[in-house]
């Protein structure tokens, strides 16, 4: 077997011409002292681009201009908070600081796309909680009228398209992870397109409205939701143009032809069509990458989902493929998110295994990292922006010391890779 590739780049005294046996050094290993360096603190200097999510905590008149000032890049509005009002307020508000500050800053619209949830708890069981135990056979269905609510050994979802689709494309032995993975339960039986019964693999208190997640499924059904569709038309129409709209859950190149399609529908000029970015959340879309990066202008590894459906264990793997193809497609800002710098909610520093994943991701080739939480919600937005410029500026400082991600993956190793069986 051959020894290891090395990360680290190495210089050969081999001239042209010549054929070496074994390489040689024309200078010494790097040493561990080298890290011992004066950190990089010019911020000009920074190539990468950090994104930051708005939110209670962010999206007002006083923070905005802060985050700015403290390094953001892009920022991104949630389409989630857009029926509050807020998006109208929020718009024009970055537009007006970046511009009074002198310094560019874009914008992302992220579509909210298909949510999977169980309705509410039925009011008569006590504590609004409901024990799943294992090896207990349970029911799980489409609500059959407002009355049918989730309860000891049934488990409801509202009538929507979406989940609908969930449940008619249900097969024995099918996996359904509820509550971002914390709880499993398996499809057993098939009672109709509308309801199965499941075994409970891994129980706990379930309440209501949990998110829901079928990793081994491809749900037959419209990527964009009817509010997805309202909302895109709205970002559309915003002026000046938003530079980049985010598609969530797209499982094959045709979900982005949706997009496309109500770009054409509403003639949006070419030059204001913002570039599309699906977030990869899925593993379906791994085996489908080329066709979604054939119709799109940018990419987001969200990790959030995919690591409840793919699994975290081989999360890092994937992101790392998909990191370097967008990189060789063209695909630009090429955004890795979720969690990065997720202490910062609470705590004004990073954790050293987050300042890790950002460093990390730099040296990946992503030329953006995204913070979420952090900056919508957390009591150290600008902090937080500040912290993940400067991880990002010190790894973009030593990055030369290491191989390109070409040189380190596997030839031709496609993303969908990633999705193999786990060990």
Same mark, same amino acid.
């Given at each position: ?15 042209? &011409? ?17 890290? $011992? ?8 200097? @920074? ?24 390094? *953001?890049?892009?920022?991104?509005? $949630?389409?989630? /908070? ?5 998006? %109208? ?5 970055? @537009? ?8 560019? !800053?874009? !914008? ?10 169980? &309705? ?38 509202? %009538? ?18 509820? %509550? ?25 208190? /379930? ?5 829901? $997640? *079928? ?85 987001? *590894? ?11 264990? @081989? ?7 998909? !990191?370097?193809?967008? !990189? ?5 800002? *090429? ?10 909610? %609470? ?52 990055? /030369? /010391? ?9 030839? &031709? ?11």
């Amino acid at each position: 077997m051959g020894g290891a590739t090395s990360l680290f780049k190495r210089k050969s005294s081999v001239t042209r &011409g010549e054929t070496a046996e074994e390489p040689k050094m024309s200078s010494p290993p790097l040493k561990t002292k080298l890290a $011992n360096k004066d950190q990089e603190t010019d911020d000009s200097k @920074r190539k990468t681009l950090i994104t930051a999510t708005l939110g209670p905590a962010s999206w007002t008149e006083e923070m905005i201009p802060e985050m700015i000032k403290a390094g *953001v890049n892009i920022f991104r509005m $949630n389409c989630s /908070h857009r029926r509050s009002g807020q998006l %109208e307020e929020v718009y024009p508000r970055i @537009r007006k600081y970046a511009k009074e500050l002198g310094k560019k !800053v874009e !914008v992302l619209g992220d579509l909210q796309g298909p949510k999977f949830r169980n &309705g509410e708890i039925d009011p008569s069981v006590e504590g609004g909680a409901i024990e799943l135990k294992k090896g207990e056979i349970i029911e799980f269905a489409i609500q059959k009228d407002d009355k049918d609510l989730t309860k000891p050994g049934r488990i409801t979802m509202t %009538e929507t398209t979406e989940q609908v689709a969930l449940l008619k494309g249900c097969r024995v032995g099918l996996t359904i992870l509820l %509550e971002d993975g914390i709880k499993e339960i398996k499809c057993v039986e098939v009672i109709s397109e509308r309801e199965i019964k499941c075994e409970v693999i891994r129980g706990g208190m /379930h309440k209501a409205r949990k998110g829901i $997640n *079928v990793p081994d499924l491809e749900i037959d059904c419209a990527a964009l939701t009817a509010k997805d569709i309202e909302d895109a038309e709205f970002l559309l129409q915003l002026d000046p143009p938003i530079e980049y709209i985010c598609i969530s859950f797209p499982q094959k190149g045709a979900d982005i032809q949706e997009l496309i399609d109500i770009m054409d529908r509403m003639k949006i000029e070419p030059s204001k069509r913002p570039k599309i970015c699906p977030k990869i959340e899925k593993p379906q879309a791994l085996d489908n990458l080329d066709d979604i990066m054939d119709l799109s202008q940018s990419l987001m *590894v969200a990790r959030g989902d995919l690591g409840v459906e793919l699994g975290i264990e @081989r999360t890092i793997f994937a992101q790392k493929l998909m !990191v370097k193809e967008a !990189v060789e497609r063209g695909l630009h800002p *090429v955004i890795v998110a979720t969690q990065m710098m997720e202490s910062m909610i %609470e705590a004004p520093v990073p954790t050293r295994a987050e300042a890790s994943d950002v460093f990390n991701a730099v040296l990946d080739g992503a030329h953006s990292v995204m913070l979420s939480g952090e900056a919508a919600t957390g009591k150290y937005p600008a902090e937080t922006v500040r912290a993940q410029a400067a991880i990002a500026l010190e790894a973009e400082s030593v990055k /030369h /010391h290491f191989k390109e991600p070409k040189d380190v993956i596997e030839a &031709g190793l496609k993303t969908k890779a990633a999705n193999k069986d786990q060990e």
